[in-house]
């Protein structure tokens, strides 16, 4: 039996009567970069909302460092290693930059290693630095995604969770940020990685998992699944769609 | 009736219309902070505060406490008693996407507190006289009552409290934080329960502050506090919902309001045109006039 870093197995999630999440089953080893992908409303997000306790699982067993999540709140999951940059940012807009740093190292983990990790985050973004005292809401977009991962690594997670990160960015700034995700993991950072650019996103993932309605329909090695032609007539097809 | 205007007068005008607004400013920060979190309206507020001035009202006739010196007991206590309303009413209730249990448990909470109040100290409208009472200063000829202008003095000294408290302390930026976003600031590991009570501790706490105020200067019985409740909310839709330091700035336009059109136009208009003007803002400054931000 290995030991997996996060393990997810037989996960059933209903949103009231709705059951969005079927049955699925999802290994992360220690210091990968894991790809979750799929379309719109396949419910890559339900999962990641459910490994962080934003909400709980009808059935099926969420183990992290073999230690189950199940039932417990966000707040206890962020302190266990499990940092979560939900879709959209989320950051506090009103805050400005260092506060919302700040809070990024709010769990009791983390808050005695706050001068170190602010030293890595500007390490890491300096344009970051030079922006300290200005409201989150002034950045331009990647500046707010940069500053939504900063924040999550303030918390020194062992996992790190991405809801779409490259979403509404500029092209120059979707290849800033997967680049970014490279140099995080060759950090040591495990990665669990939502995304639609399923494409750029297989490129990097170590193991990948395709996502359709709630169910697991295709993994594997990213390089793997790259080369597939079914993922590319899915990929080709979806980039039809948009058009 | 112009001629008798008198640059003076104005003068009073505005500085009684300021004297009161601060009132219904640190009023409304309490429900500004509680909004912020709880996403509800403390409705029981102005209740909670004629609570704090009957408390007041007890100790010096009673242990003939000053009103002053009392706040050393109103104002833990009301900070305990914030905690305690959380805890004991709201908690169950908060984690609901409903929020409007939470806003029925406040009206419940009004009732109660209004009815017990009823009970205890009669409808009787009391009030609390000391030497300083009646004393009042008149600088360049304008009547500044003592107690009035200590009451601003509580007033502002407690609404910079607050703000530092917001924007100086890490739990005060994580109920700022929270304020803004619930969701997001759970995954930053902070406890919803625990900015809950801190909001409400605090804005409670100011509701004891506000209660020494009241009693000190005003005469009061129970039925004031809902009428207080209201006075708050409209400085608090001036001031925009959410916005501590608008709150403080809602409660004295406000008090300006009331105060010029009571004079100018009559007493009897002054609170048609407070509510006219409160529809007014909601319709067309949802947000607030003065649109910054905490």
Sequence with gaps: ????????????????????????????????????????????????????????????EILFSNRSLAHLRPQAVVDMGISHVPEGRRLFSQLTVLENLRLGSYPPRARPLFEESLERAFTLFPVLEARTGQKAGSLSGGEQQMLAIARALMAHPDLLMLDEPSLGLSPIFVRTIFELIKTLNDQKVTILLVEQNIHQALKISHQAYVLKTGKIVMNGPGDELLANPEVQMAYIGERWRKK | MLEYVTFELVLQLLVNG?????????????????????????????????????????????????????????VPLSLLLGAGFYAGLFKEAAALEDKNISLLIAVGLMYLAEQLMLVVWTANPRSISTIYTDLVFRPFGINIPFTRFIALVMAILSAFGVLFFLKKTLIGTAVRAASEDMESATLMGINPHWVNVVAFAVGIGLAGVAGVGLATVYSFDPGYGFIFAIKALIALAFGGMGNVFGALLGGILLGLLESLSSFFIGAGWADAITYGVFLLVLTFRPQGLFGGST
């Design chain 2, 18 to 74: 300021i004297l009161f607004g601060t009132m219904y400013g640190i009023a409304a920060i309490g429900l500004s902070l509680v909004y912020g979190t709880m996403r509800i309206i403390f409705l029981a507020h102005g209740a909670i505060i004629v609570f704090f001035a009957y408390i007041c009202y007890w100790l010096f006739r009673l242990l003939g406490i000053d009103p002053y010196l009392s706040l050393i007991i109103v």
């Design chain 1, 1 to 60: 039996m290995e030991n997996h870093l996060l393990e997810l197995k037989g996960v059933d999630i209903f949103y009231g009567d709705v059951q969005a999440v079927w049955d699925v089953s999802i290994s992360v080893d220690e210091g990968t970069i894991v790809g979750l992908l799929g379309a719109n409303g396949a419910g890559k997000t339900t999962l990641l909302k459910t490994i962080s306790g934003i909400i709980h699982a009808q059935s099926g």
